[in-house]
């Protein structure tokens, strides 16, 4: 390996794959600037979880502390039919014996360790907030990013570099510009609410339940953050998913109606958790689609590529988009340093990235962890059952999980072998 002539990388979009992209530019000792849109670094959002293949990762820019202590240390997932009987349960993360843990994390904490970290190794003058993209330009010796002030819409000063890279998310600009006539999102059918309630621990207290499934109604409730009142209560992030054909267009801060949908869970009291009481502690509802594209043909052209949601977007179901652009960012910065050409540089991380994502989106679609639920639901007709091994055997249910964890890399074994973010076909 030796390393690459690039001098400065232009990073559009500082979101989880524009900040871990920064860290792993600078400990590779390549220069880059970020440009955000948003005025201010907000946090965002409500959870996502990070699997041990990107967990690994950010242990490797030395995070794992600061993570650690805004986060819950996954302990477990746990399945169970929506008259709550339990389907299946495993150990994740540490306590499955990996060396890397599984975080449940506040998107908006994690964002806060990744800025705080680029802050202090770049420095806060490398982050420019309050700048929005509006396209990208090439010639043999560099790249171009165009930008508005998003607040005022007045040009600002082009910024040129040696490569732009487009971590601008769903919504992704530069992904517009590099494939004009790509149709809109595709629609799942299956329609999201999401929110967090402060409430008592729940079965380990770091459990990941998924409970039900899409057709009645489907829950994912795990908590993200300890003793947020003083009293022991946790911050607990839920996700209420339905098939409907209702729908809007995709954006993480829309608010949402629980009359919309608290009907599919309005008897979902069980010994472990009073559903409906639970959700109605949130403050705020969020409403977001089930939506993803088509895996693109590519994603580097010259001196420009893209990178995490703006690459790939993918089905909110798996716990792995924030987890496949933190690996994105990383295979990125490794061959910079590889390769001294920075266009077979962009080539390089495509040619390892995109046939691996590509496999994780098409996954998403067709056998999440959830299809666990879908098993059951269909080979029961959505009743109550006896006794789970009459159903499903747990060889059955240990196939399907472990399936899935090939796919996105972070079975155990291609942990071990180092092998994350390559490319692995069922
Ligand atoms: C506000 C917000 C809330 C979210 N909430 C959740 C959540 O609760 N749960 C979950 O699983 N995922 C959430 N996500 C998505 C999640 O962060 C991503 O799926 C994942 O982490 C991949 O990260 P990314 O860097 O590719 O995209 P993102 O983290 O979405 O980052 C993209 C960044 O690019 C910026 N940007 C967009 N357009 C431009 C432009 N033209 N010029 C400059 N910058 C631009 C955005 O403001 C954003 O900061 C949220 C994303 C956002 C932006």
Not at 75 to 82: D, P, S
């Amino acid at each position: 390996m030796h390393r690459g002539t690039l001098v400065n990388v232009i990073i559009v979009g500082g979101g989880i794959g524009g900040f871990t992209l920064a860290l792993f530019l600078h400990r590779a000792g390549i220069g880059c600037r970020i440009y955000e849109l948003a005025p201010e670094i907000r946090p965002l959002g409500v959870g996502i979880n990070i699997l041990p293949h990107a967990s690994r990762e950010l242990g490797e820019l030395g995070l794992e502390s600061a993570l650690a202590r805004v986060s819950v240390l996954t302990r477990e997932a746990v399945f169970f039919n929506r008259f709550g009987q339990l389907i299946y349960r495993e150990a994740l993360g540490r306590y499955a014996g990996y060396d890397d843990p599984q975080y449940s994390i506040h998107r908006g904490e994690l964002q806060k360790v990744l800025v705080a970290a680029a802050a202090e190794r770049l420095g806060a003058d490398r982050i420019f907030t309050g700048w929005k993209c509006v396209g990208v330009d090439q010639d043999a010796s560099g790249a171009t990013a165009q930008f508005q002030d998003a607040a005022t819409g007045e040009a600002l000063a082009p910024q040129s570099a040696d490569i732009v890279v487009a971590c601008d998310g769903l919504h992704s600009v530069v992904r517009k510009t590099l494939h004009p006539h790509e149709g809109p999102p595709l629609y799942s059918g299956v329609n999201m609410w999401r929110g967090v309630s402060i409430w008592p621990s729940i079965l380990s207290g770091a459990s990941m339940i998924r409970a039900g499934w899409l057709a009645s109604g489907k829950m994912v409730i795990y908590p993200i953050r300890d003793n947020v009142d003083g009293h022991g209560n946790q911050l607990i992030n839920w996700v209420a998913e339905l098939e409907t054909p209702q729908h809007t267009n995709r954006d993480w801060n829309r608010p949402g109606d629980i009359n919309d949908f608290i009907g599919a869970f309005a008897d979902w009291h069980f010994d472990w958790l009073d559903v409906p009481a639970f959700i109605r502690e949130a403050q705020t509802i969020l409403e977001f689609p089930m939506v993803d594209q088509d895996p693109l043909p590519w994603w580097s052209r010259g001196r420009v590529t893209l990178l995490g949601d703006a690459a790939h977007p993918m089905y909110p179901r798996g716990s792995n988009g924030a987890g496949q652009a933190i690996l994105d960012a990383r295979a990125l910065a490794d061959a910079l340093v590889a390769h001294r050409d920075p266009v077979d540089a962009l080539k390089a991380y495509e040619t390892k990235r995109l046939p691996f994502t590509a496999e994780v989106v098409r996954m998403n679609r067709k056998n999440p962890p959830d299809a666990i639920l879908r098993e059951v639901f269909e080979r029961t007709g959505d009743k109550p059952f006896r006794r789970i091994e009459d159903v499903i055997s747990q060889e059955e249910l240990v196939a399907l999980s472990e399936s899935y964890k090939r796919v996105a890399g972070f079975d155990k074994q291609s942990l071990q072998a180092g092998a994350s973010i390559a490319p692995q076909k069922l």
